[in-house]
């Protein structure tokens, strides 16, 4: 666990480096510019694929459901940045003054305490944020409230577009986004070059994987915290799978598949902290380069132990 937190460190500082960061947001940006003019031309189209989606679903879940879907969302969001604010107010103060090992577990306990707080906020006003949200989706400019959440499933589809166009981004572009890092942390240690087409090919098939999986599951979304549960582990499944074997191959001269199932309890808390960026709008953009970093910064540490 030691090692798992010390690449997740590393990565967090690797993404304030403005030489990452700018790849980053430059691309970030541009993916999500182009998703949203996408959705904007075609938002009849989204719409009514959305119709079509939830006609197979029976009326009383998208109805009864839908609210409380979004209800959820809301309150996973105001835990992730309940703890990005304790952060970003305390996190340097206590990396100073604690080891990494209590820095780790305090950071687990902050999260879970986030998820308290608003977990009674939502005990006692639950009822009522449901409401509102029935509210608001036949307050938007949509008739009935299958009408708004036909909408939301359209940004849905857009908005996994543009993870997955950042995740095949972010694996086509590893080779000089990690020869940056592995020249600060690892300088004797070379950047492995000759597996580039078999990664992308991984990429590729995970991708199409993942959306029948997504088809397969998207009911599920609609049942209030199982849909969170869901989502996280189609994101943290995608981000597994393709940015453990970038890593992998970019570290060693002949990767083994082996080394990932030794190791994949590290991978899974890796893939997990990176799926949490996917869940909050415009921190999406750095999950996948988070990801990447993370995982190379483990298996090259793994590498440099064992000489």
Do not use: C
């Amino acid at each position: 666990m030691k090692r798992t937190m010390h690449a997740i460190t590393a990565a967090f500082g690797e993404l304030l480096r403005w030489d990452i960061l700018k790849i980053a947001l430059l691309s970030g940006l541009i993916v999500t510019a182009f998703w949203l003019l996408v959705g904007g031309m075609f938002q009849e189209s989204l719409i009514a694929l959305g119709s079509a989606v939830l006609e197979y679903i029976p009326f009383s879940m998208v109805r009864s459901n839908g609210a409380w879907m979004l209800s959820a969302f809301l309150w996973f969001q105001f835990v992730l940045l309940t703890f990005a604010l304790i952060y970003a107010f305390f996190g340097n103060v206590m990396l100073r003054t604690t080891s990494k090992e209590r820095y780790s577990s305090y950071s687990i306990l902050i999260l879970i305490g986030s998820a308290l707080l608003w977990g009674l906020v939502w005990f006692f006003k639950g009822e009522m944020i449901y409401q509102e949200f029935l509210k608001l989706l036949t307050w938007l400019p949509f008739e009935t409230v299958e009408k708004g959440l036909a909408a939301l499933v359209g940004l849905y589809v857009i908005y996994n577009a543009m993870i997955i166009t950042l995740l095949f981004l972010t694996s086509l572009m590893s080779q000089p986004l990690l020869a940056s890092m592995a020249r600060r942390h690892f300088p004797e240690e070379k950047v492995v070059r000759s597996h580039w087409l078999s990664s992308i090919g991984v990429t590729l098939k995970d991708t199409v994987i993942y959306l029948g999986l997504s088809l397969i599951a998207f009911p599920l979304l609609f049942i209030p915290v199982l849909n969170l549960i869901v989502q996280t582990a189609l994101w943290g499944w995608l981000v597994k799978d393709t940015m453990s074997h970038d890593a992998l191959a970019l570290t060693y001269d002949r990767p083994n598949a082996a080394q990932l199932k030794e190791h994949r309890t590290a991978i899974y808390v890796i893939s997990l902290v990176s799926v949490l960026f996917y869940f909050v709008p415009f921190l999406h953009i750095f999950g996948p380069f988070f990801g990447e970093l993370a995982m190379f910064h483990y298996f090259q540490s793994l590498k440099k132990e064992a000489k």
